[in-house]
């Protein structure tokens, strides 16, 4: 069994003396965070990480994520991990309270990101690509996105996916083939992604896919990129769900470790076409990702 102890003396040294809580605590919006509050989430979070996490990292990486008729099947014990893990609001921890998040400053979050990576990378990457979705869709959608969307992505009831990558198209953006057909107030998404982290699993209600695709008049090159937000289940304006779109994983990648995190070819169409909404505005959807890529970015470079 893997054991992991957090080392929260470094992490109350760095957050409370190197990076200075007190100054974060003179800000507006975060007047009542304090060494104390900052405390009891270490403590809380280094329970869950090695009391949790950790035991299930070897499990999930001997056994790791299946494909099924039904979609993927995460492994034995990430559900009720995940669930514990959203119970408890470690998800929202530094999420805007406008929609449902906690409001704690980047600088406590980090710590628990750092351990909930230490503890079982195949696990944290999933919220790690929760937060950059949720992160775009609040800088670049409309208010009405935000609404049926952005609470669920804040309490990781719903989780997130980043779909750039394509069978021709891997560091070269300009490539992508994926097609935007418009269609009254959405569009009708074709096409497929590959090496998309946590693209299907069973841990969530719905899966928010952010989607890089091309509108029919759109110009070459990462010039005519839009982005589009694409849910496994659709939302009726009430934010309750509704049918399933016509999005589905075919196949998961066999990786030489982090097994347990699936890595899934993504297909959107193969039936009438995905419904998806626009994100942000047409053709900036390379910029406009930007935003989910920078959050993604610095939560890998917690994971070293």
Same mark, same amino acid.
């Not at 200075?20 to 919006?29: D, T």
């Not at 992505?153 to 996916?161: A, R």
């Given at each position: 069994?893997?054991?992991?102890?957090?080392?929260?003396?470094?992490?109350? +040294? &760095?957050? %409370?003396?190197?990076? /200075? #809580?007190?100054?974060?605590?003179?800000?507006? $919006?975060?007047?009542?965070? !304090?060494?104390?509050?900052?405390?009891?989430?270490?403590?809380?979070?280094?329970?869950?990480?090695?009391?949790?996490?950790?035991?299930?990292?070897?499990?999930?990486?001997?056994?790791?994520?299946?494909?099924?008729?039904?979609?993927?099947?995460?492994?034995?014990?990430?559900?009720?991990?995940?669930?514990? +893990? &959203?119970? %408890?609001?470690?998800? /929202? #921890?530094?999420?805007?309270?406008?929609?449902? $998040?906690?409001?704690?400053? !980047?600088?406590?979050?980090?710590?628990?990101?750092?351990?909930?990576?230490?503890?079982?990378?195949?696990?944290?990457?999933?919220?790690?690509?929760?937060?950059?979705?949720?992160?775009?869709?609040?800088?670049?959608?409309?208010?009405?996105?935000?609404?049926?969307?952005?609470?669920?992505?804040?309490?990781?009831?719903?989780?997130?996916?980043?779909?750039?990558?394509?069978?021709?198209?891997?560091?070269?953006?300009?490539?992508?083939?994926?097609?935007?057909?418009?269609?009254?107030?959405?569009?009708?998404?074709?096409?497929?992604?590959?090496?998309?982290?946590?693209?299907?699993?069973?841990?969530?209600?719905?899966?928010?896919?952010?989607?890089?695709?091309?509108?029919?008049?759109?110009?070459?090159?990462?010039?005519?990129?839009?982005?589009?937000?694409?849910?496994?289940?659709?939302?009726?304006?009430?934010?309750?769900?509704?049918?399933?779109?016509?999005?589905?994983?075919?196949?998961?990648?066999?990786?030489?470790?982090?097994?347990?995190?699936?890595?899934?070819?993504?297909?959107?169409?193969?039936k009438e076409g995905a419904i998806g909404y626009?994100?942000?505005?047409?053709?900036?959807?390379?910029?406009?990702?930007?935003?989910?890529?920078?959050?993604?970015?610095?939560?890998?470079?917690?994971?070293?």
């Amino acid at each position: 069994m893997t054991t992991y102890r957090a080392p929260i003396r470094d992490m109350r +040294f &760095v957050i %409370n003396e190197l990076a /200075g #809580l007190e100054r974060l605590a003179a800000l507006p $919006g975060y007047e009542e965070v !304090s060494p104390d509050i900052a405390e009891a989430v270490l403590e809380e979070a280094a329970k869950l990480a090695g009391e949790v996490l950790a035991p299930l990292n070897k499990l999930g990486d001997e056994r790791g994520a299946s494909l099924t008729k039904e979609g993927v099947m995460a492994a034995d014990g990430f559900g009720a991990a995940y669930r514990q +893990f &959203v119970e %408890n609001g470690w998800n /929202g #921890l530094s999420g805007d309270p406008e929609y449902g $998040g906690q409001g704690l400053p !980047s600088l406590i979050m980090a710590a628990t990101v750092e351990m909930w990576n230490s503890a079982n990378m195949s696990f944290a990457l999933c919220p790690l690509l929760t937060a950059g979705a949720t992160e775009a869709v609040k800088t670049h959608a409309d208010d009405e996105l935000k609404r049926r969307f952005l609470p669920k992505l804040v309490s990781g009831e719903w989780s997130g996916t980043m779909n750039l990558t394509e069978p021709q198209a891997g560091s070269d953006l300009s490539a992508v083939r994926t097609r935007a057909v418009p269609e009254g107030d959405h569009y009708r998404i074709t096409g497929q992604k590959i090496f998309i982290t946590w693209g299907d699993h069973d841990m969530t209600d719905n899966v928010v896919h952010l989607v890089l695709a091309r509108l029919p008049d759109a110009p070459e090159g990462t010039r005519g990129i839009s982005l589009f937000l694409v849910p496994k289940f659709l939302v009726a304006p009430d934010g309750s769900l509704a049918e399933r779109n016509d999005v589905a994983c075919a196949s998961i990648e066999h990786k030489l470790g982090i097994h347990a995190s699936p890595t899934c070819v993504m297909s959107f169409g193969e039936k009438e076409g995905a419904i998806g909404y626009l994100v942000g505005q047409e053709n900036e959807g390379l910029p406009h990702m930007f935003t989910m890529m920078n959050e993604a970015r610095q939560k890998v470079g917690l994971q070293g």
